[in-house]
């Protein structure tokens, strides 16, 4: 199993450009989550979902946007990139029975 | 009524030493309390997770003990190893919710 794989690695934007982040995972997991991570603030959910087609706001929500059209992908959007979206971005699964959640290795963007 | 604090943001300690990091949430239907660990360039793991029926919970050299009365929650690590040293992030998640809420973080660095 290759368990959580987030693609890109690294991404370079400028200001108002568009990109989807993709998440995988190979586990058959219903619930994933998208986090940031930011210096001193920890992980802050932005969006998640507990099933194929469903998706709901985390706590930080504002300027990106999900989609879950398969189980095992969920993807996370950026319609118009600010400086302020500078972050590492973290993918997680999890199953239904269980609470622990299964993180990919996170992709860093820097939005210039 | 989510939020958790936790403290310190850094921790050093000596290889060998005990080290141990606090949290405290206010909402009272948490009955979730995990414990994340994130070594450089990886995604975060768990490494220890509390029910709110249980007081304190051991797995060899890691140990997490609740205080629902205080509402905060602490991880211990003891005999400190170099492999220790990671960011610690606590977390915990409120009755019926399906996402947990995470602390800022503590980087936690072992002295050799």
């Known amino acids: 199993n290759a368990g959580v794989t987030q693609t890109p690695k690294f991404r370079v934007l400028k200001t108002g450009q568009s990109m989807t982040l993709l998440c995988a995972q190979d586990m058959n997991h219903e619930y994933m989550y998208w986090y940031r991570q930011d210096p001193g603030m920890g992980l802050r959910l932005i969006h998640y979902?507990?099933?194929?087609?469903?998706?709901a706001k985390g706590e930080v929500p504002d300027g990106y946007n999900v989609s879950r059209l398969k189980k095992q992908n969920f993807l996370l959007g950026l319609e118009s990139a600010a400086p302020s979206q500078t972050s590492v971005y973290f993918c997680?699964?999890?199953?239904?029975?269980?609470?622990?959640?299964?993180f990919g290795p996170g992709t860093r963007l820097l939005v210039l | 009524g989510e939020n958790v604090e936790q403290h310190p943001s850094t921790l050093s300690v000596q290889e060998g030493d005990s080290a141990v990091i606090k949290c405290t949430y206010s909402d009272s239907a948490s009955n979730y309390f995990p414990w994340y660990k994130q070594e450089l360039g990886k995604g975060p793991q768990l490494i220890i997770d509390i029910r709110s029926n249980v007081g304190e919970k051991k797995d060899q050299r890691i140990a997490v003990t609740l205080n629902k009365t205080a509402k905060h929650f602490s991880l211990h690590i003891t005999e400190t190893q170099p492999e220790d040293s990671a960011v610690y992030f606590c977390a915990h998640r409120g009755g019926g919710a399906q996402k947990l809420v995470f602390g800022q973080g503590t980087r936690l660095t072992i002295n050799p």
């Open positions: 979902s507990v099933g194929e087609g469903t998706t």
């Open positions: 997680a699964s999890r199953w239904t029975g269980e609470e622990t959640q299964y």
